[in-house]
């Protein structure tokens, strides 16, 4: 079965304390990508990677730092989480052409 | 930068009506995308048009893709309480895919 998987699901945390949420896929996609999904703002796109140690900017990358290693692995880093960077975060995966697969979402409060 | 602009926001309707949606974009796009986010869910796709002028059916929905691959549009026929949710379309740049802002579906029984 086609899987996308994150974690944690949810996380609170205080802000300057270094987390990261990981996401794994098993369908041998190249491309991966993280969202942010905030009220009103829809899905922003964070980092995107199109191989292994392939990785991009997408349109809201400060703050924020990705890595990837292996092509099943894209984890989300926040070195120095902020208030601002309260939401609820998406991977995805897909390969050219074809539709993204999104994982079950990560929420994250950041007190 | 690319933008990708939907409306409404929100739409409220009782059980039966006719909902929709439009998206457009500030650019060409070569293909777009439709997904549905349930409530406490993650997005789902439901559908790609890459062709200009491209209308796809999945039962009581119709998708259309603009002459000018600018502007699509997702249409529910006879709404029933399972379409409640948020659809968003998603316009394709070559590499990257930017979504709207998506229109919350509520219906009321």
């Known amino acids: 079965e086609a899987q996308v998987t994150q974690n944690p699901r949810y996380l609170i945390t205080v802000t300057g304390k270094k987390l990261t949420v990981t996401c794994s896929q098993n369908?041998?996609?190249?491309?991966m990508s993280w969202y942010r999904q905030d009220p009103g703002l829809g899905l922003r796109q964070i980092y995107y990677s199109m191989n292994v140690e392939v990785t991009d900017k997408g349109d809201v990358p400060e703050g924020y730092k990705v890595s990837r290693k292996e092509k099943r692995n894209f984890p989300l880093i926040l070195e120095s989480p902020s208030p601002n960077q309260t939401s609820l975060y998406f991977c995805a995966t897909w390969t050219a052409q074809e539709t993204q697969y999104f994982g079950p979402g990560t929420r994250l409060l950041v007190l | 930068g690319q933008q990708v602009m939907q409306i409404p926001q929100y739409q409220h309707v009782q059980e039966g009506e006719d909902f929709t949606t439009y998206c457009n974009s500030s650019t060409t796009l070569s293909n777009i995308q439709w997904y549905k986010q349930r409530p406490g869910g993650h997005p789902v796709f439901l559908i790609q048009l890459v062709k200009s002028g491209e209308v796809k059916k999945q039962k009581r929905l119709t998708f259309q893709f603009g002459e000018a691959k600018k502007n699509s549009s997702l249409h529910i026929t006879a709404t029933q309480t399972t379409d409640v949710g948020t659809y968003f379309c998603a316009g394709q740049d070559t590499d990257k895919l930017i979504f709207g802002t998506g229109t919350r579906l509520q219906v009321f029984p």
């Open positions: 369908m041998n996609h190249e491309y």
